[in-house]
C-alpha cells in the first residue's frame, strides 16, 4: 500500500514536471522567456473567475438592474449568462491556441491583428483598471456607515493599498485564499438566499410564495436590453482566468474547464438570488426614489426577512468579498498591461518588469492601486460604471470575429484535443458550428446587446478607442512596424 501511493505521487509529479516544461516551450514558441509561475489548477481557476464575478455580484448593481429594467433583475443576469456562454466558446478556442498572459489582447493580435489585438487590449484596460476603483470606493462607503468620523480617503487608501500588498506576494498566495473565499462568500450568498425564501414561504413576507411572475415582471424591452448590457459586468470573471494562462500548469485543458465552470455556478448564482430577493419586495416602486435604499437594496432585503443582526452578517460576508474582488481584479488587470508591455506596446521597462522574489509584475499592480486611489477621491462613481461596460462589450465582439478570422481567413487554427492539436488544422463538416456559427452569433449577441448601453459609456468609450488609436500609430510609425515577439 506505502508503495503505491509513493508510486503514485511519483507518477503525479513527473505528469506536473511535464505540464511545466510544456508550457515553458510554448513560451519560447511565441518569442519569450517563461517568466510567470505555473502553478494553478483548475480548481483554483474556477475559484479566481468566481471571486471575480464576486459571489454577492448582485448586490453591487441590483438597484440600478431594477430600475433600468423596471422590475427585473433575474432576466438580465440569465440573458447576460447566456451571451457570455456564446463568448466563452470563443476565449476557450483561443487560449488554446495562444496560452499567454493578455487575454482578449494575445487572442485578437495573433488571431486576427497585431493592431486590432492592443486596441482590444486598450479598450479592456477600461475593465481591469476601473472596477478595482469601483469596489474599493465601494467598500469605504460602507465602512463609512460604521465609522462616520473616520475620512474617506484614509478608508480608501485602508483598502486599496491593503488589497494592492496581497498581490504583491505572488499568485499562489492568492490561489490558496481564493478557494476559502470562496467558500465563504458562497455560504453568505446561499444563507441570504435561504433566509430570504424562508421569510418569503413561512411568514408570508412580499408576495407570499415561492413560485410567482413578479420578479420576471418588466416595463420595455429597451430597459431590458439596457439592463442585461450592464449585468454583463458580473461575468468578466471567465475573461479574468484567461490572464493567468502562463501561470497554469495545463491551460490547453484547465482553462476552458474553468471557463464553463465559471460561467454556469456564476449565472445560476446570480439567477437564483435575484429572484428570491424579488419576491421580498414586490412593492420596490415606493421606493425608487430613495437613492440609499435603491443603493443597498440586498441590506434592505435582508433587513426585512431577518432583521438588523442579519443584515450585519450580510454586510460583512458582501465586505470579504468585495476585498477578494478587489484582489483578483487587481492581479488580471496587471498581468493585462504585462502581456502588452512584453511586446513594447507599452513602456517595456515598466509594464514588463517582474519581482524576482515573488514573480509578479510588480509594477503594474502599485499603478492600478494608485489610479484607484486617485479616481476613487476625485471621479464620480457613477461615470467610473459606465466606462467598464464600453471595454468589455469591445472586446468580447473583437474576440469573436477572431476566432473566424483565424480558422477561416488566415486558417492556421489549431485543431481541438481529440485530434490531436493539429496545426494549420481546417474545420469540416459539424465542427463548422463550433467554430463558425457560435463564434458569429457570440458576435451579433454582443453587438445586440451593446446597442441598448448607455449614450454617455459610448461616447467616453470611444474617446479612450480614439487616444488608443493615436498611442498606437506613434508606437508603431504609422502601423508600419510590430515588436519582434509579434511577428512568430
Known amino acids: 500500500m506505502i508503495e503505491d501511493k509513493i508510486l503514485f505521487r511519483r507518477n503525479f509529479m513527473e505528469l506536473q514536471e511535464k505540464h511545466i516544461v510544456e508550457n515553458d516551450l510554448v513560451q519560447k514558441d511565441f518569442g519569450y522567456e517563461k517568466e510567470l509561475k505555473g502553478s494553478m489548477n483548475v480548481v483554483q481557476l474556477t ?4 471571486n471575480y464575478m464576486l459571489p454577492l455580484a448582485p448586490a453591487v448593481i441590483f438597484g440600478v438592474l431594477l430600475s433600468t429594467s423596471g422590475g427585473t433583475v433575474a432576466l438580465p443576469f440569465l440573458f447576460a449568462g447566456i451571451a457570455m456562454l456564446l463568448t466563452g466558446f470563443s476565449y476557450a478556442t483561443m487560449v488554446r491556441n495562444f496560452p499567454l498572459a493578455g487575454s482578449v489582447y494575445s487572442y485578437v493580435g495573433r488571431g486576427w491583428n497585431p493592431h486590432f489585438g492592443f486596441l482590444a487590449g486598450w479598450v479592456v484596460t477600461l475593465d481591469y483598471v476601473l472596477i478595482p476603483t469601483i469596489t474599493s470606493v465601494s467598500a469605504a462607503y460602507l465602512v463609512q456607515e460604521y465609522f462616520p468620523n473616520v475620512p474617506f480617503w484614509i478608508l480608501l487608501g485602508i483598502f486599496s493599498v491593503g488589497i494592492g500588498l496581497l498581490n504583491l506576494f505572488g499568485i499562489e498566495l492568492m490561489s490558496k485564499m481564493g478557494l476559502w473565499f470562496l467558500i465563504l462568500g458562497e455560504f453568505v450568498v446561499w444563507s441570504c438566499i435561504l433566509v430570504w425564501g424562508k421569510a418569503v414561504y413561512s411568514d408570508g ?13 418588466f416595463d420595455s424591452m429597451s430597459g431590458l436590453l439596457g439592463a442585461t448590457s450592464l449585468a454583463v ?6 475573461d479574468a482566468i484567461t490572464t493567468l494562462a502562463e501561470e497554469t500548469r495545463n491551460p490547453k485543458r484547465d482553462i476552458p474547464k474553468a471557463i464553463f465552470m465559471c460561467i454556469g455556478i456564476g449565472l445560476v448564482t446570480m439567477v437564483v438570488c435575484s429572484y428570491v430577493a424579488m419576491l421580498v419586495i414586490p412593492d420596490w416602486r415606493n421606493h425608487i426614489a430613495d437613492e440609499n435604499w435603491m443603493n443597498t437594496v440586498l441590506y434592505q432585503v435582508s433587513v426585512i ?13 458582501f465586505l470579504s468579498s468585495l476585498a477578494i474582488f478587489n484582489l483578483v481584479a487587481t492581479a488580471a ?11 513594447g506596446l507599452l513602456p517595456k521597462g515598466i509594464f514588463a518588469a517582474i519581482n524576482k522574489r515573488f514573480k509578479t509584475p510588480h509594477f503594474n499592480i502599485i ?26 462589450f469591445f472586446g468580447f465582439a473583437a474576440l469573436n ?17 481529440s485530434l490531436n492539436y493539429e496545426k494549420n488544422w481546417k474545420p469540416a463538416g459539424w465542427r463548422h458550428f463550433r467554430y463558425l456559427a457560435l463564434p458569429l452569433l457570440g458576435f451579433i449577441v454582443i453587438a445586440y446587446v451593446w446597442s441598448g448601453m448607455d449614450r454617455l459609456a459610448i461616447i467616453l468609450g470611444t474617446v479612450w478607442l480614439i487616444m488608443g488609436i493615436a498611442f498606437l500609430a506613434a508606437r508603431t510609425s504609422g502601423f508600419k512596424k510590430l515588436p519582434p515577439q509579434l511577428e512568430h
Request: charged share 10%; proline share 2%; glycine share 16%.
Open 47 to 50: 475559484a479566481f473567475g468566481l
Open 401 to 417: 470575429l477572431s476566432v473566424i478570422w483565424l480558422y477561416y481567413v488566415k486558417k492556421k487554427g489549431e485543431a481541438p484535443l
Open 333 to 343: 488587470g496587471a498581468r493585462l498591461l504585462y502581456g502588452m508591455g512584453r511586446d
Open 205 to 217: 413576507v412580499g408576495v407570499g410564495a415561492l413560485l410567482s411572475t413578479q420578479p420576471f415582471q
Open 305 to 317: 426577512t431577518g432583521g438588523e443582526g442579519f443584515a450585519l452578517f450580510y454586510t460583512a460576508g
Open 367 to 392: 499603478i492600478i492601486v494608485a489610479i484607484e486611489f486617485i479616481l476613487g477621491n476625485t471621479v464620480d462613481l457613477g461615470t467610473i460604471s459606465n466606462l467598464v461596460n464600453y471595454g468589455a
Open 233 to 238: 459586468l458580473s461575468f468578466l470573471g471567465f
